[in-house]
């Protein structure tokens, strides 16, 4: 029996079948449940499938799919996987389940509630905070070595935000997982490999020989440091926190960077290169990720170093090891040791060169960019969105106007 795509989200009900995915299966009904209240169903599938499903969700509906196969004649209930953004909207008591990633998971224990677990749940068009009663052993293994659980559970409120009460984990199989990745896992838009071309092309421009060579001995002699460097995410949270983040945060603050040179003759370009390309080398050694490229917390030494100095290690190292003279590789570790800006944002030390300050501001600008785009993702035009504690705001999507 073929059935829908594990993925399926619930905001594709207008689609056809032939659009699921579903071949070989009639749909007889779908049923829109209403937890407390009477089932209301339609038998008219084409008719309900044009209804808008966000209305039905704000209203506390939740979708069964109700279908049979023509061949073998055995009908099967399939609950659509709603997508993470789709679940915030529900109201509270409502049944959910489907496949989602998991991570932070953090087991405590009180005198009243006994041991339980808090993670937070997502995909790519959110996060929210779920919580695990009365946890067993083997919930707390599956919690903390798998990014990917299939979670049962009900919508409940904490704090006036939507949070997931779950009552049970199920470990689903590699080929569940690989069918839905790029829902389940946020990836940056944009060409990986042609971004990765366009740095190495900057770095083979470098004139001057150490500069050039200490870059590309980092991000293209290293195999190691070249393959994290091109689908490491940027961060854990915030900003480019994405397969491929740390990438697409590099290739844009190069771009910002080649930009000002080519506005200011007084700028030195080999520095701006090198320090747009090295800025955040560090966050390969500081950042954990799992067998699919996402992020699940911070190394040993991401923890006790963090990426600034762990950068600067890797940078010396390189400069070594291709002989870059001593006052070069000065200005240039000087440069990532201070692109936080200022010792309350990381930096122990202020930007003291111009391309170091630029590189600051610059960064910033890349990191402020894509939360904005985050925070207004799923916020309706004319809309603001819900709090933003990285931007410490809320953000308003401008509507179309007249």
């Not at 996060?127 to 009365?134: E, F, G, I, P, V």
């Not at 990745?181 to 770095?203: F, K, N, Q, S, T």
């Not at 010792?343 to 060169?353: R, Y």
């Amino acid at each position: 029996m073929t059935k829908p795509p594990a993925s399926f989200l619930a905001g594709g009900l207008s689609a056809s079948l032939a659009d699921m995915g579903i071949i070989g299966v009639e749909l007889k009904s779908i049923t829109w449940r209403y937890v407390g209240a009477k089932t209301r169903r339609s038998n008219n599938a084409d008719g309900l499938l044009q209804q808008s499903p966000s209305s039905l969700l704000q209203a506390g509906f939740s979708p069964l799919v109700r279908q049979y196969s023509t061949s073998s004649n055995m009908r099967e209930d399939i609950i659509l996987r709603l997508s993470v953004g789709e679940i915030k909207k529900m109201q509270q008591g409502q049944a959910v389940s489907g496949l989602y990633a998991v991570s932070r998971f953090e087991a405590r224990t009180t005198e009243k509630a006994g041991r339980f677990g808090i993670f937070t749940v997502s995909d790519v068009t959110g996060s929210m905070a779920a919580r695990l009663w009365n946890i067993a052993p083997s919930q707390e293994e599956a919690l903390k070595s798998r990014s990917f659980l299939k979670l049962k559970g009900i919508t409940g409120c904490y704090n006036n935000e939507v949070q997931l009460t779950v009552n049970e984990l199920i470990i689903p199989s590699a080929e569940e997982i690989g069918g839905c990745l790029r829902e389940l896992a946020p990836h940056v838009d944009g060409d990986l490999a042609a971004m990765y071309r366009e740095i190495l092309a900057a770095a083979a421009a470098i004139r001057h020989p150490g500069l050039r060579g200490t870059v590309e001995a980092l991000i293209k002699e290293d195999l190691i440091v070249s393959r994290k460097f091109q689908y490491h995410p940027g961060a854990l949270s915030y900003h480019h926190a994405a397969i491929g983040g740390l990438l697409k945060h590099t290739h844009e603050v190069l771009s910002y960077a080649m930009d000002f040179c080519r506005r200011d003759g007084g700028l030195n370009q080999d520095m701006m290169t090198a320090l747009a390309i090295l800025h955040d080398i560090g966050k390969v050694e500081e950042i954990e990720v799992d067998g699919y490229g996402l992020p699940v917390g911070f190394t040993k030494s991401g923890k006790l170093l963090g990426h600034i100095c762990l950068g600067l290690k890797m940078v010396a190292a390189a400069g070594r090891s291709v002989g870059l003279d001593q006052e070069t590789a000065l200005v240039l570790e000087h440069g990532i040791y201070s692109h936080h800006g200022a010792p309350e944002w990381g930096s122990p030390v202020l930007p003291k060169t111009k391309e170091a300050q630029l590189i600051h501001y610059l960064d910033n600008i890349s990191a402020k960019n894509d939360q904005f785009d985050l925070a207004v993702r799923q916020v309706e035009p004319g809309s603001f969105s819900a709090y933003d504690r990285g931007l410490q705001r809320e953000i308003y999507k401008p509507g179309n106007g007249e």
